[in-house]
């Protein structure tokens, strides 16, 4: 394994409840990744970080928003969640030693059910 | 949208046979990428190539890349049950730290 966790590993909640799903990584990597992972669609990145404070958004970022504020934390947030979030949320760490974000490395992933 | 396309969706061959797996996708790329998740667990990196590699090897498996066509394939050789796994193929277009974009996966399963 690389390094990289994630918080919590499952969680229920309700439409209209505010989540915040944590990604710690120890390997000190420069570039952070949210994906969503739904049946029919492999992943799709919602949101990255390429540095402390500096983020932008991915394919499917509405509903989502993030913060950097340390190296080894990337945290992604619903701010009220909906049914259609409903899914496996996966964060991923590059760029230990050089500018490209070549392999990406994959936490275990997050189940999240708004119902 | 998705950038990679993966032929076919599942795949179901005897151990010890061969599996291939092919990944077509629609712009220009930087590198091509699979990965492989064995099921409720997260991703696993097997293998990159770069867009001006044609081919390139790791143990038993090799990966082709015809930039010409837009398309990979990825052979697993003398398979295994533990090979049982969904394979995703995933390209990096832009520059520096734009993410992936991921293919929907085939899912291959290794008949004992």
């Known amino acids: 394994d690389a390094g990289i966790t994630q918080s919590p590993r499952h969680k229920v909640t309700e439409t209209g409840t505010p989540v915040t799903l944590r990604c710690h990584q120890t390997?000190?990597?420069?570039?952070m990744y949210w994906y969503r992972q739904d049946p029919g669609h492999g992943l799709r990145l919602i949101h990255y970080s390429y540095g402390v404070k500096d983020t932008d958004k991915g394919e499917v970022s509405d509903g989502y928003s993030v913060s950097r504020s340390k190296t080894e934390d990337f945290l992604l947030t619903l701010e009220s969640a909906t049914s259609s979030q409903t899914s496996v949320y996966f964060c991923?760490?590059?760029?230990?030693?050089?500018?490209?974000?070549?392999?990406?490395?994959f936490g275990p992933g997050t189940r999240l059910t708004v119902l | 949208s998705q950038q990679g396309e993966e032929d076919p969706q599942a795949l179901s061959i005897q151990e010890g046979e061969n599996a291939t797996m092919n990944c077509s996708y629609k712009?220009?790329?930087?590198?091509l990428q699979w990965y492989r998740q064995n099921s409720g667990r997260g991703l696993v990196h097997l293998i990159l190539i770069r867009s001006n590699e044609r081919e390139k090897h790791s143990g038993r498996l090799r990966v082709t890349l015809d930039t010409s066509k837009k398309s990979s394939s990825l052979l697993i050789t003398a398979s295994r049950a533990a090979d049982t796994a969904s394979y995703f193929c995933?390209?990096?277009?832009?520059?520096?730290?734009?993410?992936?974009?991921f293919g929907k996966g085939t899912h291959l399963i290794i008949q004992p």
């Open positions: 995933a390209t990096e277009s832009g520059g520096g730290a734009d993410g992936l974009t």
């Open positions: 712009t220009s790329i930087n590198n």
């Open positions: 390997e000190n990597h420069r570039y």
């Open positions: 991923a760490i590059s760029g230990l030693t050089s500018v490209s974000t070549d392999t990406q490395y």
